[in-house]
Nanobody, 127 residues
């Protein structure tokens, strides 16, 4: 059974930083991708960043230059370093891993890097 557990969310003032972590267990696929997604109140879930098994990364335009995604395969953990946070970054953040055993390529909103989801961690940025 695949389980993803996010941590690191919280409240921070604009301009501050947070580092999210996602511990993954029960996942055996190695050649695939993982990603971070967020859902603000009243909005649809959107892809924030994704990383494949070779370390190649993709970012939403809204977070480029501010967020960094990384993965530690030895620890089965996915990270999202968030700097220069803005009030519009306020959302529930979810990590996800692909449910496909093989990488299906990059897709809009990083949808191919999802399938199994964590429960989410809240990030609130105040002005």
């Amino acid at each position: 059974q695949v389980q993803l557990v996010e941590s690191g969310g919280g409240s921070v003032q604009a301009g501050g930083s947070l580092r999210l972590a996602c511990a993954v267990s029960g996942y055996t696929y190695s050649s695939t991708c993982m990603g971070w997604f967020r859902e603000a109140r009243g909005s649809e879930r959107e892809g924030v960043a994704a990383i494949d098994s070779d370390g190649n990364t993709r970012y939403a335009d809204s977070v480029k230059g501010r967020f960094t995604i990384s993965r530690d395969n030895a620890k089965n953990t996915l990270y999202l370093q968030m700097n220069s946070l803005k009030p519009e970054d306020t959302a529930m953040y979810y990590c996800a891993v692909s449910s496909s055993p093989a990488f299906r390529g990059w897709a809009p909103n990083f949808i191919t890097c999802s399938g199994y989801w964590g429960q989410g961690t809240q990030v609130t940025v105040s002005s």
